[in-house]
């Protein structure tokens, strides 16, 4: 009962943090603009999609792992978690990046929402720093370091009401957006710290690293890119760098065997394409 409800409560103020910028804008800067944010987190969010069914596949081996005390299992589900979704979410990061121009452009009164390009932003780096980072949570909450957990929420939400206090006035939707990139930077942070020191565990390993260098190259080549070949039409410019930067993302990732579980689920498309191929 104790433990349900640590994770019940602190579950609770976790959830609450992210939706305080939302309430901070509607009452330092009017409804508009929160609708405008609304937007820039639906499309945010999308870094994020896939860390909710693979954490939910991962969990209960997760569960039983850090039960039995095995900290081999524990260690080997963490990086396998924690590299594919960095993976995943940061390709996905980099092409709504990409391509976000062009959803503004498409969107009606596109115009409007466009404003919030630098909050989009902001909003998908923070997903996916939630998307890599929510296993440490999930591994302290599955040991008996639990109690950690609502006290890194209340943290999250005390630190997200002091800086949306503090940065909306400066900076708008922007102040919003880095409000909660911050505290959310914070909360995994101190998470990571008990992983480390307490569970004896760690989050990333060199696979994820790479992973981090590829990413910043794309975002980089895609910045050099806009600077050097400005964007004359929308979309041939979006669909270029997208096929040619993502692409080579894609591929690089899959030579390098940066997440060997999706490399082997390449390796059997194309050995499937050459089979049918030969027929």
Known sequence: MRYSSFVFVSALAAALGPTLSSFFI????????????AIATYIAVIVSIPYRSLTAIASPQLARATKEQNHAEAQTLIHQVSCNL??????LFFLIWCNIDLIFHILPNGETYAVARNVVFILSLTQLIVATCTISLTTISFSRYYAFSLLFSLILTITSLCLNNYLIPLYGMEGAA??????NVLYFALALLVLRLACHLRLLNGNALKTIVLLLLLFALNALWLH?????NIWWSSIARTLLLGGSGIAVAYTLCLSPELSKMGDTLLNSLKRKGRE
């Open 228 to 232: 050097f070949l400005p964007a004359g």
């Open 178 to 183: 880095i409000s909660t990139l911050l505290s």
């Open 26 to 37: 509607t009452a330092k800067m009017g409804l508009d603009y929160t609708g405008i944010f």
């Open 86 to 91: 960095l993976l995943i979410g940061g390709l």
